[in-house]
């Protein structure tokens, strides 16, 4: 019993082209390596690795964001002009300095031309980068507080202005509103620079 065993351990170790005479027969093949049955052999993974999904946006993408950004960052220096003209103007009425007068109807128009860029810039990118699914709640969030913030703008630049100079109620409404519409807007833009994904 042992030889038989012993012999079927060095067919086994044996190179893969060995031949073994057996005596009054012709050469025949030894197996080369253990032959397990298919329910013991290890089955192939069925299930394929899924590729991440090639993504591209246009060209333009990159300088649309890079304006985007300059708008961004004209933005903060604007509301701090925009503020103390404000004061200045909620505290003296039609008696308040020229220069907070002229200034914040000019500053009033580079807001709106700064936020009218940033607006069309920052949706058409919304728009381009749409299957882009990494940062898409960072940036849909983003897009609604600007949104928004556009809304609290227009209102008080259109809708309360005119009255502000005649009432010191208006004013105070206005001045609010303002305030809040920069508030969300500097959230809108700092969530976009502290949220990294």
Not at 101 to 109: K, L, P, S, Y
Request: avoid cysteine; hydrophobic fraction near 45%.
């Amino acid at each position: 019993m042992h030889s038989s065993a012993l012999a079927l351990l060095l067919a086994l170790a044996g190179p893969t082209d060995t031949t073994r005479v057996v005596p009054d027969s012709a050469p025949v093949a030894m197996p080369s390596r253990l032959e397990l049955p298919l329910s013991l052999q290890l089955q192939a993974d069925t299930t394929p690795r899924r590729r991440r999904k090639s993504i591209e946006v246009s060209e333009w993408y990159e300088r649309r964001l890079r304006i985007h950004r300059y708008g961004a960052y004209a933005m903060i220096p604007l509301f701090v002009f925009q503020a103390a003209a404000g004061n200045e103007l909620y505290q003296k009425g039609s008696g308040a300095d020229g220069w907070a007068r002229n200034g914040h109807r000019i500053g009033a128009t580079g807001l709106a031309t700064v936020f009218g860029v940033n607006t069309v810039t920052g949706l058409w990118n919304l728009w381009d980068s749409r299957v882009v699914e990494q940062g898409r709640t960072r940036r849909t969030l983003h897009a609604l507080l600007m949104l928004a913030s556009d809304a609290g703008f227009a209102y008080a630049g259109i809708k309360l202005s005119e009255d502000a100079e005649q009432s010191a109620d208006a004013r105070r409404k206005h001045r609010n509103t303002a305030y809040a519409s920069m508030g969300v807007a500097l959230t809108g833009a700092g969530m976009m620079v502290l949220w990294r994904d």
